[in-house]
């Protein structure tokens, strides 16, 4: 029923039909509210934690997955490149613990979320989960006081900490219809002022640039080779896999990209789209008929945990890498350079 419901607003969200303007007095209530709340930070009524190294935060204001992770692996790497020692903070999405933890690659996913530990097992830096995210930030530091800088995977309307760069993420749907929620998909305003726009899309449109507005950066993920499950680094080409039964499984925020990614590299494929954070304990691929499942990144740090999964012969994991102009973060770098990351 959930999974429906998703699925009703989400295609409700791309255009001003019935439902979204039956939704729309709500949508000016959440607006109000939520402009209130920015403002009431912006005065200084309430205050921002400010932490003593520079923060970034990746975010974005279309409800559901726009790329962020990708993104935020990127980014730490591009520091890295550039001598800077980047540590993560993120909120965890389902994990249990409320009080700031560190997550390595070995962490359970139901403590610390999905999506923080493919960040622990991509970025090769220190990650730490915490619902408060100064909070996070302040044990990040604590634990590994050589980090000089913090890059903040979400958290983009989280005002109780202070932030010196804010990159704010769209994908190819834009802004939607344009309205908030609930009538549309957008937790703030298109208009709200940010650093840098990044979008993840094959092509930048004029019609698609106008609508995100802020001179947007393009973001590409390509992923090109499948490796096994429970063989992580043998990665053989996609197109090995022409001509076998494939089916592509996706528990992440808009499926329909990743199906895309692989038919581009010539693969046939069936499609089982999942919620977004899937629970696969559920046993999704008992009834699937296929030579081969494809799976994210972001699901393959799960099902590597379930017995029933990690030595399935037919997982197999496509791992994606984000391509972004390097000038990105060489202005991100330039920008922080007004604070010190000693």
């Known amino acids: 029923m959930a999974s429906n419901l998703e699925s009703i607003f989400t295609r409700a969200w791309l255009r001003r039909g019935p439902l979204a303007l039956a939704l729309l007095p709500v949508s000016l209530l ?3 509210l ?5 403002w009431l930070y912006r005065s200084g009524i309430k205050k921002s934690e400010r932490l003593p190294v520079p923060v970034i935060v990746v975010g974005n204001i279309f409800i559901g997955g726009t790329g962020k992770t990708p993104l935020t692996i990127w980014l730490a790497e591009a520091l890295r490149a550039a001598g800077l020692r980047p540590g993560v903070i993120s909120r965890g999405h389902g994990g249990k613990e409320s009080s700031p933890r560190e997550v390595t690659p ?14 622990a097992a991509r970025a090769r830096c220190p990650v730490v989960v915490g619902r408060k995210r100064a909070e996070a930030g302040r044990a990040l530091l604590a634990a590994h006081p050589d980090v000089n800088i ?16 804010e990159i704010v993420l769209f994908d190819g749907r834009g802004v939607g ?4 929620l609930p009538a549309g998909p957008l937790r703030e305003a298109p208009s709200r002022r940010r650093d840098f726009t990044v979008v993840n899309a094959p092509e930048i449109t004029p019609a698609l640039a106008r609508a995100v507005g802020g001179s947007p950066f393009r973001m590409a993920l390509a992923g090109d080779v499948a490796e096994p499950l429970n063989r992580p680094g043998e990665g053989i080409p996609l197109a090995q896999m022409q001509g076998k039964r494939i089916v592509a499984a996706a528990g992440i925020g808009n ?8 038919r581009a ?14 629970d696969f304990r559920d046993r999704p691929f008992d009834t699937v008929d296929a030579d081969v499942i494809l799976i994210t990144e972001k699901d393959a740090v799960k099902c590597r945990q379930l017995d029933n999964l990690k030595d399935d012969p037919r997982l197999w994991v496509v791992p994606v890498t984000a391509r972004i102009d390097s000038a990105l973060a060489e202005q991100i770098v ?4 007004g604070r010190s990351t000693a």
Not at 150 to 165: E, M, N, P
Not at 255 to 262: E, K, N, V, Y
Request: glycine share 12%; with cysteine; proline share 7%.
């Open 30 to 32: 959440f607006r109000l």
């Open 34 to 38: 939520s402009g209130l709340r920015a």
């Open 106 to 119: 070995q962490s359970d996913p139901g403590e610390v979320g999905d999506e923080p530990l493919l960040i």
């Open 150 to 165: 913090i890059i903040t995977d979400d958290g983009l309307q989280h005002h109780a900490l202070a932030r010196d760069v």
């Open 177 to 180: 219809n344009g309205w908030l």
């Open 255 to 262: 499926p329909g990209r990743f199906f895309a990614m692989l």
């Open 265 to 278: 590299a010539g693969l046939a494929i069936g499609e089982l789209p999942l919620p977004d954070h899937h």
């Open 334 to 337: 330039e920008k922080c350079r």
